[in-house]
Every structure is written in structure tokens, then in C-alpha cells.
């Protein structure tokens, strides 16, 4: 027969299992890995060939890139946890090219044939296509990125955001000189992304971007 104390023991025990087992189960998934789930998938119906949910794709899978931007101007990711990602799915992005020239087509199309809210929004694709290359670094799908850069387009870009008075938003980094860049941000310290290269944007006080 066991003792109390050995009754005790096997209780404290149970507990301690079955608070590991609670743990275990309400441990969230880290965001990045939800973001990065959400780009495999996205890449893969990019490949599909009906050319409209193609499209609707790559729309998704370049978001992506704005995603993280935001995750890691959060503080709560950093670029380098995406680039063994970036890595593995890079020549399926080069697959995916028509995809690609679908959506850099869409966002010329939108930027220079819309309104204001229009040309926020292509601002912000280029931020994310400039993301992007940054990440596919050094990769089969480098090349074909930096093929769509054109410097006479991000003039375009530029005067525009100067224009309709368009700040970069707190997750572009201030390499992105397309945007507008409000003086105090400007004279703010640059807090680097080793990894890549990437910096994050500092924000206001108080600010809720």
C-alpha cells in the first residue's frame, strides 16, 4: 500500500504533467510562421494557370514582405528568420514569373492611371517588391526581381508621394526613398537588420502607425 507521502508525490506530479500539457497546447504559433505559411500558399496557387486567381495570388504572396516589414518594425520578428524561407522558396518564385509581370503590370496600371488612394497603394507594392529582392538576395529569383527596378519609375514615385503628401509608413525602410520622409524621422537613429541589411523605421511618440 503506498503512503500519504507517496500519494502526494504522484499528485504533484500529475499536476506538474498536466501543466506542461496546457502549456504545450496554448504555446501561440509565432507570427512569422503564420506569414510564412501564407506565402507557400499563395506561391503555389501563383503557379496555377488560370491567369485571374494567379494574379489574386501574387497579390497575396507580395504582401507578404509588407507583413513581415510590419512584424519586425514591431520588434516582434526579425528578417532573418524569414531568409531560410526565402531560400527554399526562391525557385518557385522564379516559376512564378508570369505571375510576377502580372502584378508589376497592375501596379503601373494603378499607379499611373488612379487617384491618390491608388498611388498610396502602388507605393506601397513597391515597397514590398523592394522587400522582396532584399530577402531573395543572392538567390535564382534575385535576378528576376531586379529586372522590374527602373529609376525613372521611383522618380515618378517619388514626386507623386511628394505630391498628395504620403509619409512612409513605420514598417519601410528608409532606404525607400520613393516615399516621403518626414524630418523627424530622418534625424532619428537607423537601427540596422544585420541579416539583410534591412533597417527599421523609428516612429513618433505616441504614435499608433
Known amino acids: 500500500m503506498r503512503s500519504l507521502s507517496d500519494l502526494d508525490g504522484l499528485v504533484r506530479v500529475g499536476r506538474r504533467k498536466l501543466g506542461e500539457e496546457h ?23 501563383a503557379l496555377e494557370p488560370q491567369g485571374r486567381e494567379r494574379l489574386g495570388a501574387m497579390r497575396r504572396f507580395m504582401h507578404v514582405f509588407e507583413r513581415i516589414g510590419r512584424e519586425v518594425a514591431s520588434g516582434n520578428a526579425t528578417w532573418a528568420q524569414a531568409r531560410p524561407w526565402a531560400l527554399r522558396a526562391s525557385e518557385r518564385l522564379v516559376s512564378a514569373k508570369d505571375a510576377l509581370a502580372a502584378w508589376e503590370t497592375e501596379m503601373a496600371e494603378v499607379f499611373y492611371h488612379g487617384g491618390e488612394e491608388e498611388a498610396e497603394c502602388a507605393l506601397s507594392w513597391r515597397s514590398q517588391h ?29 514626386k507623386e508621394a511628394e505630391r498628395i503628401g504620403v509619409d512612409a509608413p513605420g514598417w ?8 516621403r520622409w518626414p524630418d523627424w524621422r530622418l534625424q532619428r537613429p537607423v537601427v540596422a537588420e544585420v541579416a539583410t541589411g534591412l533597417d527599421a ?4 511618440p505616441g504614435s499608433g502607425r
Not at 502549456?23 to 501564407?38: A, F, G, N, S, W
Not at 523605421?201 to 513618433?204: D, F, R
Open 201 to 204: 523605421a523609428a516612429e513618433p
Open 172 to 179: 519601410v525602410p528608409r532606404s525607400h526613398d520613393w516615399w
Open 130 to 158: 523592394a522587400l522582396a529582392l532584399e530577402l531573395f538576395r543572392d538567390t535564382p529569383a534575385r535576378d528576376l526581381l531586379a529586372s522590374q527596378d527602373d529609376e525613372e519609375v521611383d522618380e515618378d514615385f517619388r
Open 23 to 45: 502549456l504545450q497546447v496554448i504555446t501561440p504559433v509565432p507570427m512569422i510562421d503564420e506569414i510564412l505559411e501564407d506565402a507557400d500558399a499563395a506561391l503555389a496557387a
